[in-house]
Every structure is written in structure tokens, then in C-alpha cells.
């Protein structure tokens, strides 16, 4: 057993992991946080995608040992107080959800996409999301909700700044 | 089977870890790829090294004459680095292209070139650039050209209690330039089916004063394609000089992949993939005027 350190969706934990166990596997049999998904369990479908240190990563191919020290956002870690986050609203609105199997890792890769980014191009977009396979449709719905959510947040963001400044 | 994970806190650690027990253990720095034969139990040495989370193997360091990149950083920080896109095209291009953003958020450029894959993106760029590779061991470096690092397919001269550390070569100058085409089945996620990368030096516009070509996935490991280089050295570039070359790599490929059921297409893909990177370089070389 290995013991780890690590935050998840701001909450801080230490386990003892088996040293085979890979990220997704703690994820979701140890923590019950099942909207991470698992897909080919190779690296290809991007649907176990978590955000590690402000980065994407697969899940599948990270091994639990290796999330040591790391802050960790999974899909669960998105939703506010107040309702979905304007990402997770944004793929409602616009009907990018078919069966919904990709769409956390699709969110996720959105979020650390729009983070760095924050007015990205459909081009932008298209290479931001280049690592989550979506077997249901075509990509443009996904496409327009992530052009959304970019506006939802830019909204929510000078709503804010308004808000501060009557104060 | 795993039976045990050591993370040690210092790279003196790691190096005393491989010079006592070298042949049993495994370094992990992204995984992408050994996770997936942990997983797939093709694994099977009993010790996992994890070497992740070293600062002093994530490093860019671009001098005048001279370029070194740690082998633990990672492909984003490499694409990151507006530097390496404005002064090596070619090798910003083939980190860009491996995988997908996840992959390259934990790949690094070490296990790229350690791993011994034929479709390594990074690598047919890092041999036209005649890199050298830095191993440290307890008591030594040893300093290895790349090109001589591969051994067979899937491996590397790499022996048990060394720990590659850098990848060392020439900062492009004046009239220089590298680029990188791959093929692959898709625009993204795609394993290179082919790969080329050519740096070029001209001088009096049109002249080849210097070229190195290396190609990946056309054999055991990425390679450079000497033959190739002689008939363009020391010419005029042209069309018609292109088209002769391109012929030639087209009847290599034929002879190299003999029996393979690859082989139809890889021989006419290169015809023109082989045209298109050169031409890439010779742009590239003369935007660094």
C-alpha cells in the first residue's frame, strides 16, 4: 500500500492505495464519484478526463500514486451552490447531451479550455476538445455549447464586476 | 506485478535506486504509455520508480549556441514555449501533434524518446536536429547522439542504472530551419502511420549547405535517412531534384518494408510527404534570416 495525499474537488484527503490502482479506479470505486466515466481504458475517448493541477488528464492513465500532492476537480467538484456551473447550463442550452457518457470529460476539457482561455475560436475549440471522443453525434453542438458557456461566463463575470462596483 | 511504488525525494536517491537495483525496477514519469500495460499485465517488473515530480528534469533552456530540454517536461510546457515555436518549428509541430491535450499534459519528452516507439513524434525532429541525449548514473553522465540510441524496435540504449537527463542540441542560427509532417489516420489522437522531419541550412538562398533527414514509423525505430541527405548536400535545391529524391525514399521505404502489408501505401505516401517537409524546411530556413 502506498499512502497519498491529495485534494479533491477542495477537499482535502489521505488514502492508502493498492499501487496497481490507476486514478479512475479510486475515483470511482473508492470515492463513488462515478460521473468520472470509463471508456476504452487506454487514453483515446477522453471520458475519464479529471482536471489535475489545472490541467486535463485521463484518468485511465494515471496511476493513483501519482496523484500525490495533487488538487483534483472531477465533474461532482463543477456544480455550485446555486445550480449547475454556466458550463454544465451551457450544454443544456444548446443540446450538445445525447446519451451523455462523454459529456463530464467533454465539460471538464471545456473548463480547462475556457480557464486558459477564455474567447477561444470554433477552431480553438475543436483542438481543445481534440482528446474526448463523442460517439452519439457530429461535434457541432458540443462545439456551440462550449462558444455558450464562454459567453454565459463573460455574462456572469461582468454581472459581477457590476455588482462590485454598486457596492 | 507491482509489489512496491518509491517515490524518492531527491534525484541523488533515484540514481542510488538504480545503481543498486536497476534491473528490477521501472521509471514512470507520465505513464500514458506504461499505465496501460500495467493494466494490461504485460508488465513485469516488480518496482515502480517515480521520478513525476522532479523540478530538475522539467527544464527549456535555450542559449545562443546551444538548446537543452529536461527529459521529465512535459509536451505542454514544450508547446507552451513560444521560443521553441519561433526557433524550432519543426519539433514545436511534433509535440503538438502527440495524442491529445491529456496526453500531452502528462507525457513527457524523456519517455518519448526512452519508450522506443517507431511512431515517436518527437524523436524524427529531435534526430534531424542531431540531438544528444545526457544519461547520469551514480557516478557518471554519458553523453549518447541520439541516433545511436536505438537499438531494436521498442529498445534503447539505455542501461539499467541510467537515468536520461537532457536533450542536448545546436540552437538554429541564421538560414537554418526544421519542419515536421506526420500522417496519421485522423487529425487528432493519431498514432504517426508516417513521420518526417528535416532540418535544412542554405546558403546563397537556394544552395544546401547542410541537411539531416529522419523519418519515423518507416522501420524498427525513428531513423536517419543518410542516403537521402548525400543527394541533396552541396546542391541547388529544385523541383526536379525533389522529385529524383523523393523516388529514391519512395524505392527505400519499398525495400525496407518488403513483405509488409503497410508497405503499398507507406511508398507513396513518403513521395510526398518527403517534398512537403522539405519545402517546409527551406521556408522555415529562410524566415531565420
Known sequence: MFRINFTINNKGYTVDVDEALRLVDLLRDKFQLTGTKEGCAEGECGACTVIMDGRTVQSCLVMAFQADGSNITTIEGLEREDGLHPIQRAFLDAGAVQCGFCTPGMVLSSKALLDKNSNPSREEIREGLSGNLCRCTGYNKIVDAVALASKYLKEEESDGASENSRK | ?289
Not at chain 2, 506504461?34 to 515502480?48: A, G, Q, W, Y
Not at chain 2, 525495400?255 to 503499398?264: A, I, P
Open chain 2, 1 to 289: 506485478m507491482i509489489r512496491q511504488c518509491i517515490t524518492p525525494s531527491t534525484l541523488e536517491a533515484v540514481l542510488n535506486i538504480l545503481d543498486e537495483e536497476g534491473k528490477d525496477v521501472e521509471l514512470i514519469a507520465g505513464g500514458t504509455d506504461l499505465v496501460i500495460d500495467i493494466r494490461n499485465e504485460k508488465f513485469k517488473k516488480s518496482k515502480l520508480l517515480n521520478i513525476a515530480k522532479f523540478k530538475l528534469l522539467k527544464f527549456i533552456n535555450i542559449n545562443e549556441d546551444k538548446t537543452s530540454i529536461g527529459s521529465g517536461t512535459k509536451f505542454t510546457d514544450i508547446v507552451e514555449n513560444g521560443e521553441v515555436e519561433k526557433l524550432f518549428l519543426g519539433l514545436w509541430k511534433a509535440c503538438k501533434s502527440v495524442g491529445a491535450p491529456q496526453i500531452r499534459n502528462m507525457g513527457t519528452i524523456g519517455g518519448n524518446i526512452c519508450n522506443g516507439s517507431p511512431a515517436a513524434d518527437s524523436v524524427p525532429p529531435l534526430l534531424a536536429l542531431d540531438a544528444n541525449l545526457i544519461m547520469i548514473s551514480k557516478d557518471k553522465e554519458r553523453v549518447i547522439p541520439l541516433r545511436e540510441f536505438y537499438l531494436d524496435k521498442g529498445r534503447v540504449d539505455r542501461r539499467e542504472d541510467e537515468l536520461l537527463y537532457a536533450i542536448k542540441f545546436n540552437t538554429l542560427k541564421r538560414n537554418e530551419g526544421i519542419a515536421f509532417e506526420k500522417l496519421g489516420l485522423r487529425k487528432a489522437l493519431a498514432i504517426s502511420r508516417i513521420s518526417c522531419s528535416i532540418y535544412i541550412q542554405l546558403e546563397k538562398n537556394d544552395y544546401i549547405k547542410n541537411i539531416r533527414i529522419a523519418t519515423g514509423a518507416l522501420g524498427k525505430y525513428p531513423q536517419r535517412e543518410v542516403e537521402l541527405e548525400c543527394m541533396l548536400k552541396n546542391q541547388e535545391i529544385s523541383t526536379g531534384l525533389l522529385n529524383t529524391v523523393s523516388k529514391h525514399m519512395s524505392h527505400i521505404v519499398e525495400q525496407r518494408l518488403k513483405g509488409r502489408s503497410s508497405m503499398h501505401f507507406k511508398r507513396s505516401a513518403i513521395s510526398g510527404l518527403f517534398i512537403k517537409t522539405c519545402k517546409d524546411a527551406v521556408e522555415e530556413a529562410k524566415k531565420n534570416v
